[in-house]
Nanobody, 129 residues
């Protein structure tokens, strides 16, 4: 099991930017996939972006393509980031960092919450119009 701690959430006006950070415990680097998910009140948790560690393939939900970027710290492989630009009110949600259960990740499951076994507590993002 890995521990994950998110930071960087906050309130911003539409069009603004935020950068979320996820600090994982020492064994995070052993997980093949890391991802960012979000959940708004009354809605299901949805995949936003994910990264295949080392191979550095990235995947994005259609709603955030071209605006969000997921990355990994090459030196501190237990750090994953989500740069969010041109934010919209519909991006408002609790954002969670997650690590997939051990083992390779298939492309079709990279944004599926069911593939991920370890979750942070979340960080709130609020975008006002």
């Amino acid at each position: 099991q890995v521990q994950l701690v998110e930071s960087g959430g906050g309130s911003v006006q539409a069009g603004g930017s935020l950068r979320l950070s996820c600090a994982g415990s020492e064994y995070t680097y052993r997980r093949y996939c890391m991802g960012w998910f979000r959940q708004a009140p009354g809605k299901e948790r949805e995949g936003v972006a994910s990264i295949y560690i080392d191979a550095s393939s990235t995947y994005y939900a259609d709603s955030v393509k071209g605006r969000f970027t997921i990355s990994q710290d090459n030196n501190a492989k237990n750090m994953v980031y989500l740069q969010m630009n041109r934010l919209k009110p519909e991006d408002s949600a609790m954002y969670y960092c997650a690590a997939a259960a051990p083992g390779p990740c298939w492309t079709y499951e990279m944004l599926s919450p069911e593939r991920y076994s370890d979750w942070g507590q979340g960080t709130q993002v609020t975008v006002s119009s």
